[in-house]
């Protein structure tokens, strides 16, 4: 079993640079969202309501050091609301510039969103890059995976189906068949 870990700036007594190195041999992801986006947490480096230079630096620094140990980069759009440039060309315009910097820099392997709208301007724009749906879009079916089939690679099944044995085997008998990949958030 491999495990994804989530960026989180470094503490005084330490950073996801020594956490992942420590345990390297168990970590096959970093996800992160990019500095002042919203994710379902706090924004990533704001300071007094504005991104911090400093901190962005920071992220940068550790996040290079993190995939040349192997680790695989993953950019989260894991917010429940984009507000209402949700669905503007905008949006469309920052995704592409976030997701073309991440790969350049780290190695993109791959967009985890809850936005249909994020993974199609993904889609369009990067083919090569995996997509994948969040455990925020609560997926708790075939049927949803079923109509959301067309625009990720893989999927998160809602965290509530971890103790659904035999909902978890439908969802991943589903994802085999259909050349998806299932995630669980333990």
């Not at 992942?20 to 969202?33: G, H, P, S, T, V």
């Not at 991104?51 to 695989?72: H, P, Y």
């Not at 592409?96 to 820099?105: F, G, H, I, T, W």
Request: net charge negative.
């Amino acid at each position: 079993m491999k495990f994804a870990v989530g960026y989180r700036l470094p503490t005084q007594r330490t950073s996801m640079v020594e956490v992942i190195r420590e345990f390297r041999e168990e970590i096959a992801e970093c996800y992160f969202a990019m500095p002042g986006d919203p994710s379902g947490r706090g924004a990533l480096g704001v300071e007094h309501g504005e991104v911090d230079g400093e901190t962005v630096e920071v992220f940068w620094n550790e996040l290079r050091a993190i995939a040349e140990m192997g680790v695989r980069p993953v950019l989260l759009y894991n917010a429940a609301c984009y507000g209402k440039e949700a669905l503007s060309k905008a949006f469309a315009s920052y995704i592409v510039q976030n997701v073309r910097e991440v790969r350049d820099l780290l190695g993109l392997a791959c967009v985890t969103t809850t936005s249909a709208f994020v993974a199609e301007t993904v889609r369009e724009q990067f083919p090569e890059i995996e997509l994948r749906a969040s455990v925020n879009m609560r997926l708790y079916s075939v049927a949803a995976l079923d109509c959301l089939s067309p625009l990720f690679d893989s999927f998160y099944a809602a965290k509530e189906l971890n103790r659904d044995i035999a909902a978890l085997r439908r969802v991943k008998a589903w994802c085999d068949a259909h050349g998806k990949q299932l995630h669980a958030e333990l």
